[in-house]
Each structure stands twice: as structure tokens, then as C-alpha cells.
């Protein structure tokens, strides 16, 4: 599988470990303050609508 090319290269290599560690860090909260999985549903969403959102950003500016 390739790997969009704005993930290995420039900005968005920092903007993919920013995501990543941004994730870790959510699902650390949940497993730390037994979160409500329903709560925990919709912000993944709101997480997966951002990452959307930003890649076709990124698929239409070039």
C-alpha cells in the first residue's frame, strides 16, 4: 500500500505524528477515566471527519 505522499514528506509528516500522538493521548484518557464508549464514538468520528477533511484539502491544493 503506498503512503500518500504528504505524509512522508514536509509539514505533513509532522502534521500525521502531531495526529498520532494526539490519538494515543485520547485513548489513554478513555482507558485512564473509564469514558463513556459512547462519548468515546463521537469524538473518534470527530477525529476521523477532521483527518477526511484535511487529506482532501491536501488531494485538491496541489
Known sequence: MKVPSFMSTGPGKSISYALLIALVVFLGVIY???????????????IAAFL??????????H
Open 52 to 61: 477526511m477533511t484535511s487529506f482532501l484539502i491536501k488531494l485538491f491544493t
Open 32 to 46: 485512564e477515566y473509564g469514558m463513556d464508549w459512547n462519548d468515546a464514538r463521537v469524538l473518534l468520528l470527530g
